[in-house]
């Protein structure tokens, strides 16, 4: 079901909006950590008061919203005054924003005792950059191990790691997606299989990679992503030749990147969190967490990608992959993350859809 928007600036509809939308329900200010709960205190002669607990101020502009079944209400406000924690804004204009919810989430608070869900092992992205960057002279040997081991099988040979830059072409295009990129001749008459990958490739890679296009020579390319438990990755190698490259080459390099991937792992470059984390809820496409320390909000960034561990009741696991969506800084000092799973293998998506099904019965 597409979504619908109202936007409503009558000020003749503001009374019943507030009445309707906001008396008695969860409140929440937009902010650039995340949104935070604050409580409607009530609607009076143009203006509107909320009571914002353990902030001092707040800008002149905000945003405040609710959610009432299948709508989100948006109300802009211009800040005119402020006593202690009770604020008063004049409300310039609402926006209702109506789409049907796409799954329903479970609540583990009643799910009648059954035992509290954790997730552990916890590294985002931005952890695995940390990684890389602290520890720069191991990674400097991995790359002239790399070199030196593919020292003349290939006319150009290159190693990139995700801390180097976020806007490398194939790191992105690895981030998006794990295919390896496999060219055999760019020279040669292109089979209609293949076109759509060969026209991705030359539009969006090789035009942008400056150094290779302007080196004519080099006509194939074989480039596979290094993965963290083959789940997020985290750099990738990269080989060109001035003659053709066949599956052979392609089975070789990625290979290798399994082989430095293990290499890295066994040094323990990478560590993930010792914390653990209370799921709140569970859908077939997320899951929410619940923590109070502010200061584990850096593993969850908005949009950061997350590797977890999340540990069922059978003593299995489903180790999956997700998105950091949005983040709620409830009333009581709770925080509460949303995540969208992204990625999950067979197993995991498995043991995972057992425990939805064990839920609702």
């Known amino acids: 079901m597409a979504e619908t928007i109202r936007t409503i600036t009558d000020t003749g ?105 954790y997730v552990t092992n916890i590294i985002s992205d931005l952890m695995i950059q ?27 040979i290159r190693a990139v790691f995700f801390n180097e830059s976020r806007i490398d072409v194939r790191m992105k295009h690895f981030m998006e997606s794990w295919n390896p990129i496999f060219i055999r001749d760019r020279n040669a008459v292109i089979p209609d299989s293949e076109k759509k990958v060969f026209s991705l490739y030359i539009n969006e890679i090789y035009s942008k990679d400056y150094k290779l296009s302007s080196q004519k020579e080099f006509i194939s390319e074989v480039s596979v992503p290094i993965i963290y438990k083959n789940m997020v990755p985290y750099g990738y190698i990269q080989v060109n030749n001035i003659k053709p490259m066949d599956e052979h080459h392609l089975t070789a390099i990625k290979r290798f990147a399994v082989m430095i991937n293990e290499h890295l792992m066994k040094n323990n470059i990478f560590e993930p969190a010792k914390d ?80 939805l099904q064990s839920i609702k019965q």
Do not use: C, W
């Open 13 to 117: 509809q503001f009374d019943e909006i507030f009445n309707k939308f906001f008396s008695n329900r969860e409140v929440f200010i937009k902010t650039k950590s995340g949104d935070l709960f604050i409580q409607f205190l009530g609607y009076n002669n143009g203006n509107v008061a909320f009571r914002i607990p353990r902030v001092k101020t707040v800008p002149d502009m905000i945003v405040v919203l609710t959610r009432v079944s299948d709508n989100t209400i948006y109300a802009s406000l211009k800040l005119l005054e402020h006593e202690q924690d009770t604020f008063i804004f004049l409300p310039l204009k609402f926006q209702i924003i109506s789409e049907k919810r796409r799954e329903e989430r479970t609540s583990l608070e009643k799910t009648d005792g059954k035992s509290v869900l």
């Open 130 to 156: 940390s990684s890389l960057d602290s520890n720069e002279k191991k990674v400097r040997l991995i790359k002239e191990k790399i070199a030196e081991d593919l020292k003349g099988k290939f006319g150009r």
């Open 276 to 355: 653990k984390f209370i799921v709140t809820d569970v859908s077939k496409g997320g899951l929410g967490i619940v923590f109070k320390d502010r200061r584990l909000l850096r593993f969850f960034m908005k949009d950061t990608h997350v590797f977890l561990e999340l540990n069922l009741p059978d003593s299995n696991k489903a180790v999956m992959v997700v998105i950091v969506r949005n983040t709620i800084f409830n009333e009581g000092g709770t925080i509460q993350v949303g995540l969208e799973i992204k990625n999950i293998d067979a197993i995991s998506e498995v043991n995972y859809d057992e425990l």
